[in-house]
């Protein structure tokens, strides 16, 4: 029960933050942003997102939610020393390369653990990587990113399949499966549905 409630408070968490971080110039826009069949963008003039998982900044270089595509989605991710991703799992395969830094990749172990019948990702095994290396994550596997360099920042260029992502998000490696909560949209998604829902509703 306590851990029900914590994750719920989780949730509610990252939604406060989403609302309280939204951009004045991100409120008054319909989404997806039609960028063109192809377009050069400037990275430097994205918004990028430092507030809502604590740790980590995020940038979404091509969205579902924001840009309309498809079939991938392309994030620029950096996490601070110490920073790391929420325990989660996806339906989504998720490619990793790691263009400066280095850290731990934790992931389940095939066979999950089990208490009293709840059956939970159980301790994770770890890979070490560093800069060039490269990582994916198959569907449906609990894991977690974590920054173990203590004196630079980690930078990830992430690609996702099936977007938009939805996350179910994890307390910790003992949480059960069945406790997990889905998080649809995602917080890098949910701004622009608060948005677009915002200016729809200002101009009726």
């Known amino acids: 029960m ?8 989780f949730t509610f968490f990252f939604t406060a933050l989403i609302f309280s971080s939204l951009p004045s110039n991100y409120a008054h ?23 809502t998982i604590p740790g980590i900044s995020h940038i979404t270089v091509a969205g579902a939610v924001l840009h309309g595509f498809n079939e991938i989605e392309v994030w620029m991710e950096t996490a ?5 991703t929420p325990v989660h799992r996806h339906a989504c395969e998720e490619v990793f390369v790691v263009l400066k830094g280095s ?21 994770p095994e770890t890979m ?5 290396s490269t990582f994916h994550v198959a569907p449906d596997v609990v894991h977690q990113v974590l920054n173990t360099d203590p004196h630079q920042d980690l930078h990830l ?3 996702v399949s099936k977007p938009p992502i939805k996350v ?3 307390e910790d490696w003992t949480t059960p499966h069945n406790e997990a909560q889905l998080m649809n949209p995602f917080v890098w998604d949910a701004r622009y549905v608060v948005a677009d829902q915002t200016s729809s509703a200002q101009e009726i």
Not at 2 to 9: E, G, S, T
């Open 103 to 123: 850290g731990t990749l934790y992931v389940a172990s095939n066979a999950s653990d089990s208490d009293g019948g709840k059956v939970f990702p159980g301790r």
């Open 168 to 170: 179910m998000m994890y």
């Open 128 to 132: 070490h990587f560093s800069v060039n």
């Open 157 to 159: 260029l992430v690609v």
């Open 80 to 84: 601070a020393p110490g920073g790391s």
């Open 29 to 51: 826009s319909h989404y997806p942003i039609d960028i063109g069949p192809a377009m050069v963008r400037n990275l430097d003039k994205e918004f990028q997102d430092s507030n």
């Open 2 to 9: 306590k851990m029900a409630f914590q994750l719920i408070f």
